[in-house]
């Protein structure tokens, strides 16, 4: 394990991280925290343009996440079992306070056991599964929707 401490674009980063190389394919394990994240600093995470080449098809002004495909490639090239805690999270698009996140990577199946924000004054608590390892990615996702004050997420919306 090393320990690993720096910073990403304005977001800091900090936790142990290992890789095995050994391992076809290689794996990851990290256990990592932010007390600043900011969502725009992990777009080259989720396939957002980082200012390069645009991206083929850029996210509708509605949508969080960019609409490109999903690399089947990349999800197959290593397992990983990644732990992730963000204390508090700057984004453009939603009011999020705090995320935990556990990852789960095996042989083309990504698996977020636990992919929880604080929002609103109340919580999204959420289970997904990505299976890729046919042509085609198939999700499954649970997400549950826990005391939220919506009217706190429609008076930021009009802002």
């Known amino acids: 394990m090393s320990q690993l401490k720096g910073v990403v674009g304005k977001s800091d980063l900090g936790g142990d991280s290992s890789v095995d190389l050994g391992q076809k394919p290689q794996f990851i394990k990290a256990n990592l925290v932010s007390n600043n994240l900011y969502m725009a600093d992990l777009g080259g995470f989720i396939g957002a343009n980082l200012g390069g080449k645009p991206a083929d098809k850029p996210p509708p002004s509605n949508k ?9 490639e990349k999800l197959r090239a290593a397992n990983a079992d990644v732990k992730f805690r963000a ?4 984004t453009q698009k939603m009011p999020l306070e705090k995320m935990d996140v556990h990852m789960l990577v095996e042989n083309g199946t990504l698996k977020l056991s636990l992919l929880n924000f604080s929002v609103v004054g109340g919580s999204l608590e959420s289970h997904i599964q990505m299976d890729g390892r046919q042509q085609r990615i198939v999700t499954h996702a649970g997400i549950v929707a826990k ?10 919306r009009k802002k």
């Open 64 to 72: 969080l996440l960019p609409i490109e495909p999903f690399s089947l």
């Open 87 to 90: 204390a508090k999270i700057m």
């Open 147 to 156: 005391g939220l004050h919506l009217d706190k997420l429609i008076c930021l």
